[in-house]
């Protein structure tokens, strides 16, 4: 894989277990914040890790993994 990085790029990479419990649109709305309140790679990083732990708990977040799960079951 190859990537193109210019500066003031920001990378989000993340573990299948982070990934499958934020949605896209929750990083997008928490990486402009996270720079708006200057925090540093690390807090932002927290703050995303914090939101995939709480809907990885909650039985009713709509999630990816919980969309994934659906349409397997509707197979």
Request: aromatic share 6%; charged share 35%.
């Amino acid at each position: 894989m190859e990537l193109n990085v210019e500066k003031d790029d920001i990378l989000i990479v993340g573990t299948d277990g982070m990934l499958d419990n934020v949605n896209e649109s929750e990083i997008e709305e928490i990486v402009p914040r996270g720079i708006d309140k200057k925090l540093k790679a690390e807090e932002l990083a927290s703050q995303i890790v914090n939101i995939a732990l709480y809907n990885s708990f909650d039985r009713f977040a709509d999630t990816p993994f919980a969309r994934a799960v659906e349409r397997e079951c509707l197979r």
